[in-house]
Protein backbone atom coordinates (compact mmCIF):
# COMPACT_ATOMS: atom_id res chain seq x y z
CA UNK A 1 0.00 0.00 0.00
CA UNK A 2 1.17 3.39 -0.81
CA UNK A 3 1.06 5.67 1.97
CA UNK A 4 2.02 9.05 -0.33
CA UNK A 5 4.29 9.45 -3.25
CA UNK A 6 3.52 9.52 -6.56
CA UNK A 7 3.25 5.36 -7.48
CA UNK A 8 2.95 5.03 -11.60
CA UNK A 9 -0.51 3.43 -12.24
CA UNK A 10 -0.81 0.07 -13.83
CA UNK A 11 -2.32 1.35 -16.78
CA UNK A 12 -0.24 4.32 -17.45
CA UNK A 13 3.50 2.31 -17.37
CA UNK A 14 2.31 -0.99 -19.18
CA UNK A 15 0.05 0.50 -21.86
CA UNK A 16 -0.63 -1.33 -24.85
CA UNK A 17 2.43 -4.67 -25.91
CA UNK A 18 4.18 -4.46 -22.71
CA UNK A 19 4.64 -8.34 -22.62
CA UNK A 20 6.91 -7.87 -26.24
CA UNK A 21 8.63 -4.48 -24.38
CA UNK A 22 9.57 -6.47 -21.62
CA UNK A 23 11.37 -8.34 -23.96
CA UNK A 24 13.82 -5.58 -24.57
CA UNK A 25 16.18 -3.55 -21.69
CA UNK A 26 13.92 -0.82 -20.45
CA UNK A 27 15.27 2.64 -21.52
CA UNK A 28 16.73 4.56 -19.02
CA UNK A 29 15.07 7.80 -17.97
CA UNK A 30 18.10 9.15 -16.27
CA UNK A 31 19.58 10.49 -20.09
CA UNK A 32 18.65 13.95 -19.70
CA UNK A 33 20.80 14.50 -16.36
CA UNK A 34 23.69 16.26 -16.05
CA UNK A 35 26.29 14.04 -17.97
CA UNK A 36 28.37 12.17 -15.45
CA UNK A 37 32.37 12.78 -14.93
CA UNK A 38 34.20 10.51 -18.02
CA UNK A 39 34.92 6.82 -16.41
CA UNK A 40 38.52 6.12 -16.95
CA UNK A 41 39.33 2.63 -14.76
CA UNK A 42 42.42 2.29 -12.26
CA UNK A 43 41.73 -1.13 -12.45
CA UNK A 44 40.72 -3.37 -15.04
CA UNK A 45 40.24 -7.28 -14.61
CA UNK A 46 38.21 -10.41 -15.89
CA UNK A 47 35.61 -12.76 -13.75
CA UNK A 48 34.77 -15.79 -15.53
CA UNK A 49 32.34 -18.13 -14.48
CA UNK A 50 32.87 -21.51 -15.29
CA UNK A 51 33.15 -25.24 -13.25
CA UNK A 52 35.99 -26.11 -10.61
CA UNK A 53 36.34 -28.97 -8.11
CA UNK A 54 35.91 -28.66 -4.95
CA UNK A 55 36.12 -31.71 -2.36
CA UNK A 56 33.41 -30.63 0.73
CA UNK A 57 32.25 -33.94 1.90
CA UNK A 58 35.95 -35.09 3.42
CA UNK A 59 39.38 -35.06 1.84
CA UNK A 60 38.68 -39.04 1.00
CA UNK A 61 35.41 -38.30 -0.36
CA UNK A 62 33.92 -37.85 -3.78
CA UNK A 63 34.61 -34.00 -5.17
CA UNK A 64 32.02 -31.76 -6.02
CA UNK A 65 32.02 -29.62 -9.62
CA UNK A 66 30.96 -26.21 -8.42
CA UNK A 67 31.11 -22.98 -9.53
CA UNK A 68 33.47 -20.12 -9.02
CA UNK A 69 34.71 -17.36 -10.65
CA UNK A 70 37.93 -17.81 -12.44
CA UNK A 71 38.44 -21.23 -11.03
CA UNK A 72 38.71 -20.32 -7.08
CA UNK A 73 36.07 -20.42 -4.75
CA UNK A 74 34.99 -17.54 -3.45
CA UNK A 75 37.34 -15.62 -4.87
CA UNK A 76 38.31 -12.30 -2.56
CA UNK A 77 39.49 -8.92 -4.66
CA UNK A 78 40.71 -6.68 -2.25
CA UNK A 79 40.51 -3.07 -3.85
CA UNK A 80 41.43 0.70 -2.22
CA UNK A 81 38.14 2.88 -1.91
CA UNK A 82 38.31 5.08 -4.52
CA UNK A 83 39.23 2.53 -7.42
CA UNK A 84 37.19 2.60 -10.75
CA UNK A 85 36.91 -0.97 -11.46
CA UNK A 86 36.40 -2.23 -15.03
CA UNK A 87 35.27 -5.80 -14.67
CA UNK A 88 34.78 -8.02 -17.57
CA UNK A 89 32.66 -10.68 -17.12
CA UNK A 90 32.52 -14.01 -19.32
CA UNK A 91 30.22 -16.48 -19.35
CA UNK A 92 31.73 -19.94 -19.11
CA UNK A 93 28.71 -21.34 -17.93
CA UNK A 94 26.13 -23.23 -20.34
CA UNK A 95 23.53 -20.95 -19.59
CA UNK A 96 22.85 -17.22 -19.53
CA UNK A 97 23.97 -15.45 -16.38
CA UNK A 98 25.18 -11.95 -15.20
CA UNK A 99 27.30 -10.18 -12.50
CA UNK A 100 25.79 -8.12 -9.78
CA UNK A 101 28.26 -6.36 -7.17
CA UNK A 102 25.77 -6.91 -4.11
CA UNK A 103 25.85 -3.46 -1.76
CA UNK A 104 27.41 -1.30 -4.03
CA UNK A 105 26.31 2.47 -4.97
CA UNK A 106 26.74 2.43 -8.52
CA UNK A 107 25.57 3.60 -12.12
CA UNK A 108 22.21 1.56 -12.85
CA UNK A 109 22.98 0.14 -16.10
CA UNK A 110 25.76 -2.22 -14.28
CA UNK A 111 23.40 -3.74 -11.36
CA UNK A 112 23.43 -6.60 -13.02
CA UNK A 113 19.81 -7.18 -13.30
CA UNK A 114 18.49 -8.94 -16.38
CA UNK A 115 15.84 -7.53 -18.79
CA UNK A 116 15.74 -4.32 -16.24
CA UNK A 117 19.06 -3.18 -16.57
CA UNK A 118 20.98 -5.19 -19.15
CA UNK A 119 20.07 -8.31 -21.46
CA UNK A 120 21.59 -11.29 -20.17
CA UNK A 121 24.84 -12.69 -20.90
CA UNK A 122 24.61 -15.43 -22.88
CA UNK A 123 26.64 -18.77 -22.59
CA UNK A 124 30.49 -17.37 -23.90
CA UNK A 125 29.26 -14.10 -23.74
CA UNK A 126 31.08 -11.35 -22.06
CA UNK A 127 29.67 -7.96 -20.53
CA UNK A 128 31.73 -5.12 -18.88
CA UNK A 129 30.95 -3.44 -15.87
CA UNK A 130 32.25 -0.30 -14.78
CA UNK A 131 31.73 0.25 -10.79
CA UNK A 132 32.82 3.09 -8.72
CA UNK A 133 34.47 1.62 -5.63
CA UNK A 134 33.61 4.80 -3.50
CA UNK A 135 32.50 2.61 0.14
CA UNK A 136 34.57 1.01 2.28
CA UNK A 137 33.71 -2.08 3.42
CA UNK A 138 32.62 -6.30 2.92
CA UNK A 139 30.71 -6.50 0.08
CA UNK A 140 30.28 -9.51 -2.58
CA UNK A 141 29.05 -10.33 -6.13
CA UNK A 142 27.39 -12.92 -7.46
CA UNK A 143 24.60 -13.72 -10.41
CA UNK A 144 21.42 -12.51 -11.10
CA UNK A 145 20.17 -15.21 -12.72
CA UNK A 146 19.50 -18.59 -12.01
CA UNK A 147 20.15 -17.85 -8.22
CA UNK A 148 19.02 -20.86 -6.71
CA UNK A 149 21.38 -23.12 -9.40
CA UNK A 150 24.28 -20.82 -9.94
CA UNK A 151 24.86 -19.34 -6.31
CA UNK A 152 23.71 -22.57 -4.98
CA UNK A 153 26.49 -24.61 -6.53
CA UNK A 154 29.05 -22.00 -5.18
CA UNK A 155 29.23 -18.79 -7.63
CA UNK A 156 30.06 -15.75 -5.76
CA UNK A 157 33.33 -13.99 -5.21
CA UNK A 158 33.86 -11.26 -1.97
CA UNK A 159 34.71 -7.79 -2.49
CA UNK A 160 36.58 -5.89 0.44
CA UNK A 161 37.45 -2.53 -0.14
CA UNK A 162 39.66 -1.11 1.86
CA UNK A 163 40.22 2.35 3.33
CA UNK A 164 43.36 3.99 4.18
CA UNK A 165 41.85 5.07 7.49
CA UNK A 166 40.97 1.70 8.31
CA UNK A 167 42.67 1.27 11.68
CA UNK A 168 45.21 -1.41 12.13
CA UNK A 169 44.48 -4.84 13.46
CA UNK A 170 46.60 -7.63 14.35
CA UNK A 171 45.11 -10.31 11.86
CA UNK A 172 42.23 -10.23 9.39
CA UNK A 173 40.17 -12.69 8.21
CA UNK A 174 37.34 -13.58 5.68
CA UNK A 175 35.13 -16.20 6.31
CA UNK A 176 32.40 -17.00 3.79
CA UNK A 177 29.52 -18.90 5.38
CA UNK A 178 27.60 -21.69 3.00
CA UNK A 179 25.74 -24.70 3.33
CA UNK A 180 25.50 -27.13 0.20
CA UNK A 181 23.21 -29.69 -0.93
CA UNK A 182 25.08 -32.63 -1.45
CA UNK A 183 24.45 -36.43 -2.30
CA UNK A 184 27.24 -38.81 -0.47
CA UNK A 185 28.36 -39.55 -4.85
CA UNK A 186 29.85 -35.40 -3.90
CA UNK A 187 27.14 -34.14 -6.90
CA UNK A 188 24.20 -31.81 -6.28
CA UNK A 189 21.00 -32.82 -4.77
CA UNK A 190 17.97 -30.33 -5.88
CA UNK A 191 19.06 -27.19 -5.32
CA UNK A 192 15.08 -26.24 -4.71
CA UNK A 193 11.84 -28.51 -3.47
CA UNK A 194 8.82 -27.09 -4.14
CA UNK A 195 7.24 -27.75 -0.80
CA UNK A 196 10.07 -25.81 0.76
CA UNK A 197 10.86 -23.19 -1.52
CA UNK A 198 6.79 -22.09 -0.55
CA UNK A 199 8.11 -22.26 3.45
CA UNK A 200 11.18 -21.35 5.04
CA UNK A 201 13.14 -22.74 2.07
CA UNK A 202 15.60 -25.95 0.60
CA UNK A 203 18.55 -26.34 3.24
CA UNK A 204 21.67 -27.88 3.16
CA UNK A 205 23.07 -30.66 4.60
CA UNK A 206 26.86 -29.56 4.88
CA UNK A 207 27.62 -26.55 6.36
CA UNK A 208 31.10 -24.70 5.41
CA UNK A 209 33.34 -22.12 5.75
CA UNK A 210 35.68 -21.20 3.08
CA UNK A 211 34.47 -24.58 1.77
CA UNK A 212 35.78 -26.51 4.92
CA UNK A 213 33.91 -27.88 7.50
CA UNK A 214 35.31 -24.86 9.93
CA UNK A 215 38.52 -22.84 10.63
CA UNK A 216 41.42 -22.52 13.15
CA UNK A 217 42.99 -19.61 12.75
CA UNK A 218 45.70 -18.16 15.23
CA UNK A 219 45.90 -14.73 16.79
CA UNK A 220 48.84 -12.72 19.37
CA UNK A 221 46.86 -12.90 22.96
CA UNK A 222 45.79 -9.47 23.18
CA UNK A 223 45.66 -8.62 19.71
CA UNK A 224 43.08 -7.01 17.92
CA UNK A 225 41.64 -9.10 14.65
CA UNK A 226 38.89 -8.39 12.51
CA UNK A 227 36.23 -10.74 11.10
CA UNK A 228 34.47 -10.25 8.03
CA UNK A 229 31.50 -12.68 7.94
CA UNK A 230 29.70 -13.35 4.93
CA UNK A 231 26.50 -15.23 4.53
CA UNK A 232 26.36 -16.36 0.98
CA UNK A 233 24.14 -19.06 1.88
CA UNK A 234 20.57 -19.00 -0.59
CA UNK A 235 18.70 -20.44 2.63
CA UNK A 236 19.72 -20.43 5.98
CA UNK A 237 20.10 -17.71 8.58
CA UNK A 238 22.38 -17.37 11.25
CA UNK A 239 22.78 -16.09 14.28
CA UNK A 240 26.56 -15.25 14.77
CA UNK A 241 27.88 -15.41 18.19
CA UNK A 242 31.71 -15.70 19.92
CA UNK A 243 32.47 -17.58 23.15
CA UNK A 244 35.57 -16.71 25.73
CA UNK A 245 36.52 -13.49 24.03
CA UNK A 246 35.38 -10.12 23.57
CA UNK A 247 33.72 -8.47 20.68
CA UNK A 248 32.49 -6.14 18.84
CA UNK A 249 30.27 -5.52 15.69
CA UNK A 250 31.71 -2.62 14.23
CA UNK A 251 30.09 -3.21 10.38
CA UNK A 252 27.10 -4.20 8.67
CA UNK A 253 27.23 -4.95 5.20
CA UNK A 254 30.44 -3.65 5.14
CA UNK A 255 29.19 -0.10 6.37
CA UNK A 256 30.55 1.37 9.98
CA UNK A 257 28.80 1.37 12.53
CA UNK A 258 29.35 2.59 16.39
CA UNK A 259 31.02 -0.36 18.07
CA UNK A 260 28.64 -2.73 19.88
CA UNK A 261 29.48 -4.78 22.31
CA UNK A 262 28.12 -8.20 20.97
CA UNK A 263 27.46 -9.02 24.35
CA UNK A 264 24.78 -5.88 25.08
CA UNK A 265 23.23 -7.66 21.78
CA UNK A 266 19.72 -9.19 22.20
CA UNK A 267 21.15 -13.23 22.71
CA UNK A 268 24.42 -12.04 22.74
CA UNK A 269 24.32 -12.49 18.69
CA UNK A 270 23.70 -11.15 15.47
CA UNK A 271 21.30 -12.44 13.23
CA UNK A 272 22.60 -12.57 9.61
CA UNK A 273 20.12 -13.80 6.38
CA UNK A 274 21.45 -14.87 3.05
CA UNK A 275 23.52 -11.75 1.92
CA UNK A 276 23.89 -10.07 4.66
CA UNK A 277 27.57 -9.35 5.96
CA UNK A 278 29.28 -8.47 9.37
CA UNK A 279 32.74 -6.74 10.24
CA UNK A 280 33.40 -8.65 14.20
CA UNK A 281 36.52 -6.89 16.09
CA UNK A 282 37.82 -9.81 18.43
CA UNK A 283 39.91 -8.67 21.25
CA UNK A 284 42.19 -12.19 21.98
CA UNK A 285 42.21 -13.72 25.72
CA UNK A 286 45.56 -14.58 27.10
CA UNK A 287 48.23 -17.15 25.76
CA UNK A 288 47.10 -20.26 24.93
CA UNK A 289 43.16 -19.79 24.82
CA UNK A 290 41.09 -19.60 22.21
CA UNK A 291 37.93 -18.18 21.52
CA UNK A 292 35.53 -19.69 19.00
CA UNK A 293 32.59 -18.20 16.43
CA UNK A 294 29.61 -20.37 16.09
CA UNK A 295 25.72 -19.81 14.58
CA UNK A 296 24.03 -20.23 17.42
CA UNK A 297 20.60 -20.28 15.94
CA UNK A 298 20.34 -24.16 15.30
CA UNK A 299 19.77 -26.89 18.11
CA UNK A 300 23.21 -28.10 17.05
CA UNK A 301 25.27 -24.87 17.75
CA UNK A 302 27.95 -25.12 14.62
CA UNK A 303 31.37 -24.14 15.52
CA UNK A 304 32.82 -22.85 12.20
CA UNK A 305 36.15 -20.85 13.56
CA UNK A 306 38.80 -20.93 16.24
CA UNK A 307 41.05 -18.08 17.23
CA UNK A 308 43.94 -19.57 19.28
CA UNK A 309 45.90 -17.24 20.97
CA UNK A 310 49.46 -17.33 20.32
CA UNK A 311 52.37 -15.19 21.41
CA UNK A 312 51.55 -11.91 22.83
CA UNK A 313 50.83 -8.14 21.49
CA UNK A 314 53.78 -5.26 22.86
CA UNK A 315 50.88 -3.26 23.81
CA UNK A 316 47.14 -4.30 24.38
CA UNK A 317 44.85 -1.33 23.51
CA UNK A 318 41.34 -0.80 25.01
CA UNK A 319 38.00 -0.64 23.82
CA UNK A 320 36.95 -1.45 20.12
CA UNK A 321 38.74 -0.01 17.11
CA UNK A 322 35.69 1.86 15.07
CA UNK A 323 35.60 1.85 11.29
CA UNK A 324 35.85 4.65 9.52
CA UNK A 325 32.50 5.59 7.74
CA UNK A 326 31.19 5.81 3.83
CA UNK A 327 30.65 8.96 2.64
CA UNK A 328 27.24 8.28 1.69
CA UNK A 329 23.85 10.46 1.06
CA UNK A 330 22.13 10.90 4.65
CA UNK A 331 18.44 10.87 4.24
CA UNK A 332 16.13 13.40 5.90
CA UNK A 333 14.60 11.38 7.94
CA UNK A 334 11.56 13.75 8.75
CA UNK A 335 10.85 14.85 5.44
CA UNK A 336 10.95 11.66 3.38
CA UNK A 337 7.96 10.66 1.56
CA UNK A 338 6.65 7.60 2.87
CA UNK A 339 5.75 3.99 1.23
CA UNK A 340 4.67 0.89 3.45
CA UNK A 341 4.98 -2.57 0.99
CA UNK A 342 3.96 -5.73 2.59
CA UNK A 343 5.62 -9.16 2.05
CA UNK A 344 3.22 -11.86 1.05
CA UNK A 345 2.26 -15.53 0.27
CA UNK A 346 1.47 -15.33 -3.44
CA UNK A 347 -3.04 -14.68 -4.28
CA UNK A 348 -4.66 -15.33 -7.11
CA UNK A 349 -4.45 -11.46 -7.64
CA UNK A 350 -0.93 -11.49 -8.12
CA UNK A 351 -0.96 -13.70 -10.60
CA UNK A 352 -1.48 -12.02 -13.78
CA UNK A 353 -1.52 -13.54 -17.28
CA UNK A 354 -0.63 -12.39 -20.73
CA UNK A 355 -1.52 -12.46 -24.35
CA UNK A 356 1.46 -15.23 -25.12
CA UNK A 357 0.83 -19.07 -25.05
CA UNK A 358 3.49 -20.62 -22.57
CA UNK A 359 5.02 -22.48 -25.88
CA UNK A 360 5.34 -19.47 -27.87
CA UNK A 361 9.02 -19.10 -28.72
CA UNK A 362 8.41 -15.39 -27.50
CA UNK A 363 7.30 -16.38 -24.11
CA UNK A 364 9.86 -18.96 -23.62
CA UNK A 365 12.65 -16.47 -24.77
CA UNK A 366 11.35 -13.89 -22.12
CA UNK A 367 11.30 -16.20 -19.08
CA UNK A 368 14.74 -17.00 -19.83
CA UNK A 369 15.75 -13.21 -20.06
CA UNK A 370 14.00 -12.32 -17.21
CA UNK A 371 15.61 -15.77 -15.25
CA UNK A 372 12.75 -16.42 -13.61
CA UNK A 373 11.28 -19.91 -11.26
CA UNK A 374 7.93 -21.97 -12.46
CA UNK A 375 5.67 -20.95 -10.08
CA UNK A 376 4.70 -17.82 -8.07
CA UNK A 377 4.56 -18.82 -4.36
CA UNK A 378 5.82 -15.01 -2.91
CA UNK A 379 4.10 -11.42 -3.68
CA UNK A 380 5.39 -8.00 -2.72
CA UNK A 381 2.05 -6.04 -2.12
CA UNK A 382 -0.20 -7.97 -4.27
CA UNK A 383 2.11 -8.32 -7.13
CA UNK A 384 4.83 -10.96 -7.95
CA UNK A 385 7.83 -10.64 -10.33
CA UNK A 386 7.07 -12.73 -13.56
CA UNK A 387 7.20 -17.08 -12.72
CA UNK A 388 5.63 -19.42 -15.18
CA UNK A 389 3.04 -18.25 -16.84
CA UNK A 390 3.36 -14.57 -16.14
CA UNK A 391 5.09 -13.29 -19.21
CA UNK A 392 5.76 -9.43 -18.10
CA UNK A 393 7.36 -7.26 -15.73
CA UNK A 394 5.31 -6.14 -13.17
CA UNK A 395 5.11 -2.31 -12.93
CA UNK A 396 7.65 -0.45 -10.77
CA UNK A 397 6.31 -0.64 -7.07
CA UNK A 398 7.22 3.01 -6.60
CA UNK A 399 8.41 5.81 -8.66
CA UNK A 400 10.68 7.77 -6.50
CA UNK A 401 12.67 11.18 -7.64
CA UNK A 402 16.61 11.12 -7.71
CA UNK A 403 17.86 12.75 -4.76
CA UNK A 404 14.93 13.02 -2.60
CA UNK A 405 14.57 10.97 0.56
CA UNK A 406 12.19 7.72 0.80
CA UNK A 407 10.90 6.37 4.14
CA UNK A 408 9.67 2.59 3.31
CA UNK A 409 8.12 0.63 5.90
CA UNK A 410 8.91 -3.41 5.12
CA UNK A 411 6.01 -5.66 6.64
CA UNK A 412 6.28 -8.77 6.68
CA UNK A 413 2.53 -10.99 6.89
CA UNK A 414 4.63 -14.36 6.33
CA UNK A 415 5.07 -17.07 8.80
CA UNK A 416 8.82 -17.43 7.26
CA UNK A 417 11.49 -14.49 7.78
CA UNK A 418 13.01 -12.63 4.66
CA UNK A 419 16.13 -10.88 4.12
CA UNK A 420 15.09 -7.98 2.13
CA UNK A 421 17.57 -6.04 -0.06
CA UNK A 422 17.37 -3.36 -2.10
CA UNK A 423 19.67 -2.94 -4.95
CA UNK A 424 22.47 0.28 -5.82
CA UNK A 425 21.53 1.99 -2.09
CA UNK A 426 22.88 1.80 1.46
CA UNK A 427 20.03 2.98 3.64
CA UNK A 428 19.16 4.24 7.58
CA UNK A 429 17.95 1.20 9.20
CA UNK A 430 15.18 3.25 11.78
CA UNK A 431 13.34 0.63 13.15
CA UNK A 432 11.91 -2.74 13.65
CA UNK A 433 8.64 -3.31 15.73
CA UNK A 434 10.18 -5.97 17.32
CA UNK A 435 13.21 -5.69 18.19
CA UNK A 436 15.70 -2.70 19.41
CA UNK A 437 18.66 -2.16 16.78
CA UNK A 438 21.13 -0.28 16.76
CA UNK A 439 20.82 2.11 14.63
CA UNK A 440 23.12 1.16 11.20
CA UNK A 441 23.10 1.34 7.53
CA UNK A 442 22.57 -1.47 5.26
CA UNK A 443 21.44 -3.38 2.25
CA UNK A 444 19.84 -6.11 3.35
CA UNK A 445 17.33 -6.05 6.31
CA UNK A 446 16.07 -9.24 7.97
CA UNK A 447 12.11 -8.81 8.39
CA UNK A 448 10.70 -11.83 11.01
CA UNK A 449 7.10 -12.90 10.81
CA UNK A 450 4.53 -10.19 12.09
CA UNK A 451 7.65 -7.41 11.92
CA UNK A 452 7.53 -4.22 10.17
CA UNK A 453 10.99 -2.73 9.66
CA UNK A 454 11.12 1.13 8.50
CA UNK A 455 14.42 1.71 6.23
CA UNK A 456 15.24 4.89 5.09
CA UNK A 457 17.24 6.52 1.99
CA UNK A 458 18.13 9.02 -0.41
CA UNK A 459 16.84 7.64 -4.18
CA UNK A 460 19.11 6.85 -6.54
CA UNK A 461 18.92 7.65 -10.55
CA UNK A 462 17.71 4.15 -12.25
CA UNK A 463 15.65 0.86 -11.85
CA UNK A 464 16.29 -1.04 -8.88
CA UNK A 465 15.08 -4.10 -7.79
CA UNK A 466 13.79 -4.59 -4.46
CA UNK A 467 13.95 -8.60 -3.47
CA UNK A 468 14.32 -11.46 -0.72
CA UNK A 469 17.52 -12.60 -0.75
CA UNK A 470 16.48 -15.83 -0.02
CA UNK A 471 16.75 -16.73 -3.96
CA UNK A 472 13.64 -19.52 -3.72
CA UNK A 473 11.76 -17.00 -2.62
CA UNK A 474 13.01 -14.50 -5.09
CA UNK A 475 12.24 -16.74 -7.85
CA UNK A 476 9.44 -17.69 -6.86
CA UNK A 477 7.91 -14.10 -6.63
CA UNK A 478 9.04 -11.72 -3.48
CA UNK A 479 10.70 -9.31 -5.84
CA UNK A 480 9.67 -5.69 -7.43
CA UNK A 481 11.19 -2.58 -8.34
CA UNK A 482 11.52 1.19 -7.80
CA UNK A 483 12.04 3.61 -10.78
CA UNK A 484 13.80 6.98 -9.59
CA UNK A 485 13.84 9.59 -12.64
CU1 LIG B 1 12.00 -14.61 1.61
Given amino acids: MTMSGARLSRRAFLGAGAALSALTVLPSRTGQAKAPAPFV ?17 GPDKPA ?17 RGTKLEATFENGLDEGSTLHFHGIRMPNEFDGVPTLTQPLVEAGGRFVYRIPLDDP ?24 VED ?65 ILNIDATRIMDIGVSHGEAWLIAVDGHALKPVRLDDLK ?57 P ?51 TYWGIDRESWPTGERRHLPPPLAGMMEGRSYRVEIRNETRFPHPVHLHGHAFDVLSSSLDRL ?48
Fill in 41 to 57: PTRTLTLKAGETELKLL
Fill in 64 to 80: TRILAYDGTPFQTLRLP
Fill in 137 to 160: GTFFFHPHCDETGQAGKGLAGVLI
Fill in 164 to 228: RRDPKFDAEHVLCLKDWRLADDGNFLPLSEPDSASKAGTFGGTRTVNGAPSVELTAPAGGDVRLR
Fill in 267 to 323: DGIWRMGPAQRIDLHVRMPADGSAVSIGDYRAADIYQFATLKAEGRVAKPRKGPLAL
Fill in 325 to 375: AADLPRPDVKKATRYSFTLQQATDAAVKETGLPPDDPLAKALIDSLCVGET
Fill in 438 to 485: PRHYADTVLVQPGEAVEIAFVAAPGDWVFHCHILEHMETGMMGWFRVV
